[in-house]
């Protein structure tokens, strides 16, 4: 069963996650993977990013950890396999990489990717969980670029959250369910 994990920042979505995946590695012959999507633009963000890996090393030993910051769809597909569950976290970092990249002009044809991971989302012989930000929540930007960035990200998640059985908010660390099982 796939699930949509939403929340905004520091809602505790991550964790959420984590937890799905410390759940299933439970179970006898299960493994589970993290596809970490998010780029070391700076020094606080390479910072966040080892504190990151160090918490999550410390909360669930078992879960391997694979870096797909622009390749998502081919990591999926690689990664996906019975008996393993996929973590994706997160979908706003790969997104933003492919609109608004560190280095490079960005993507001409996002929607190409996007097509991409949802057919490897469809596609996934396992279970697969995705993290995002719930961004659109807030006031409109007033840059065109961020305007375009919210509405895609929108876009994005209606699509994943149709493919998905669950899908869940965080909120404050609470999980409030949208979509599926409780």
């Given at each position: 069963?796939?699930?949509?994990?939403?929340?905004?920042?520091?809602?505790?979505?991550?964790?959420?996650?984590?937890?799905?995946?410390?759940?299933?590695?439970?179970?006898?012959?299960?493994?589970?993977?993290?596809?970490?999507t998010?780029?070391?633009?700076?020094?606080?963000?390479?910072?966040?990013?080892?504190?990151?890996?160090?918490?999550r090393?410390?909360?669930?030993?078992?879960?391997?950890?694979?870096?797909a910051?622009?390749?998502?769809?081919a990591?999926?597909?690689?990664?996906?396999?019975?008996?393993?569950?996929?973590?994706?976290?997160?979908?706003?970092?790969?997104l933003?990489g492919?609109?608004?990249?560190?280095?490079?002009?960005?993507?001409?044809?996002?929607?190409?990717?996007v097509d991409?991971?949802?057919?490897?989302?469809?596609?996934?012989?396992?279970?697969?969980?995705?993290?995002?930000?719930e961004?659109g929540?807030?006031?409109?930007?007033m840059?065109?670029?961020?305007?375009?960035f919210?509405?895609?990200l929108?876009?994005?998640?209606?699509?994943v959250?149709?493919?998905?059985?669950r899908v869940?908010?965080?909120?404050?660390g609470?999980?409030?369910?949208?979509?599926?099982?409780?």
């Amino acid at each position: 069963m796939h699930e949509l994990i939403l929340g905004g920042a520091k809602s505790g979505k991550s964790r959420c996650a984590e937890g799905r995946a410390a759940h299933w590695l439970a179970l006898p012959g299960h493994s589970a993977v993290l596809v970490a999507t998010a780029l070391a633009g700076d020094d606080e963000m390479r910072v966040r990013i080892e504190r990151h890996r160090a918490d999550r090393a410390a909360r669930v030993p078992a879960l391997a950890t694979r870096e797909a910051p622009r390749a998502l769809a081919a990591a999926l597909r690689e990664e996906s396999q019975p008996g393993r569950l996929v973590v994706v976290d997160c979908l706003t970092l790969w997104l933003t990489g492919l609109l608004m990249p560190l280095e490079g002009a960005p993507l001409d044809d996002a929607d190409a990717e996007v097509d991409a991971l949802l057919a490897a989302l469809k596609a996934a012989r396992g279970p697969v969980v995705l993290v995002s930000n719930e961004i659109g929540l807030g006031v409109m930007p007033m840059s065109r670029e961020a305007r375009r960035f919210v509405d895609e990200l929108g876009r994005l998640h209606q699509r994943v959250g149709a493919e998905c059985a669950r899908v869940t908010m965080m909120v404050a660390g609470l999980e409030l369910p949208l979509k599926g099982p409780r």
